[in-house]
């Protein structure tokens, strides 16, 4: 499975983007696909993500009621819907199958090259 992470740019504070994260083929096999985040200086951190058998989304504190997870069967896509950023938003994006039921980059893989995101104050 390839994954291909894009969407992300330059918006100002309380401004929307939506990330694309399109796969050479639905990773229905892995337990869902999740979007992690990295700033310059810090570790990847866990931003969201969507389980296949039930479609259940999770979402970090910082994110939660801003951002939106959903897949696309048609296009084999999964977006992340980004409202009222913040520029503490700022990162790069990646998106990655879960292997199993974590948050942790650890239990991920065929991560995608990221997509930047920047939010300007």
């Known amino acids: 499975v390839q994954l291909q992470a894009s969407g992300g740019g330059l918006v100002q504070a309380g401004g929307s983007l939506r990330l694309s994260c399109a796969a050479s083929?639905?990773?229905?096999?892995?337990?869902?696909m999740g979007w992690f985040r990295q700033a310059p200086g810090r570790e990847r951190e866990f931003v969201a993500r969507i389980i296949w058998s039930n479609m259940i989304t999770t979402y970090s504190d910082s994110v939660l009621g801003r951002f939106t997870v959903s897949r696309d069967n048609v296009r084999n896509t999964v977006y992340l819907q980004m409202n009222n950023l913040k520029p503490e938003d700022t990162g790069v994006y990646f998106c990655?199958?879960?292997?199993?039921?974590?948050?942790?980059?650890?239990?991920?893989?065929?991560w995608g090259q990221g997509t930047q995101v920047t939010v300007s104050s």
């Open positions: 083929e639905l990773p229905l096999s892995s337990y869902g």
């Open positions: 990655a199958t879960a292997r199993y039921n974590t948050i942790k980059p650890q239990g991920y893989g065929n």
